[in-house]
């Protein structure tokens, strides 16, 4: 899971509205295109193509380049980047939803779960990639669960004796968790976060058994064997 932001993300916290749409799918097309070409396909007024170019530049979905041609003036045009192309592009969540089907309807049980274990392990790596490495457990889980909640996921984090333990209060993804084998779920999600954090988590509580939260432990590390003579 590349934590990035989404679609809905960007349009609810940073002002992108719909009619910006427009500009971006005239970029999907790949042509870079000036002020006065948007004008015109558009036909709107010059104003209100500049507008919506600054929200679109300053949330990063579009990005302005000089382009020379000849001896003649240099040209700005404005292309889509990486995040604009995802932005604009189809969702994938149909197809999201039809591989986790064709996973869980796998026969062999240890495929599904090697199958589980390696996705989450990749998702809880890119997740990783995203903190800023702080040094104590407690830090670390902070950080995931406000992650999580970025992301629409709400979650904290609270001292419960000795470790601390990361609660989850909403199925990060319900249109899966609704299908057959959500149990699945539940374990790629604690390897997500084991691997995110960088130690083992046990699920203690699930949603899925009435509790009002999932809950995440830390698993304390084995004690190390005392030395030969003491």
Known sequence: MEIEPTREDITQ??????????V?????RGEGLTVQELIDRLEVTATAVRQRL?????????????VVAGRGRPQFKYYLTSLGKRYASASYAALALALWQEVVDLPSQAMRQRIMRKVGRRMGLELRSTLTGEASLME??????????????????EQVG???????????????????????LCELEQEMLSEAVGQPLRLDACRLDGHAVCQYRAVSPPAEPAADGL
Do not use: F, W
């Open 13 to 22: 916290s940073e002002g992108v509205r719909p009619i910006d749409q427009a």
């Open 140 to 157: 670390r889980l902070s950080e995931v669960a406000g992650k999580l909640t970025q992301h629409r996921v709400p979650a904290a984090v």
């Open 54 to 66: 600054d929200r679109l530049v300053q949330v990063e979905l579009i990005e302005r380049r000089k």
């Open 24 to 28: 971006l799918d005239l970029l999907r």
């Open 162 to 184: 000795e470790l601390p333990v990361l609660q989850v209060h909403a199925c990060p993804y319900p249109e899966l968790s609704g299908q057959e084998g959500q149990r699945s």
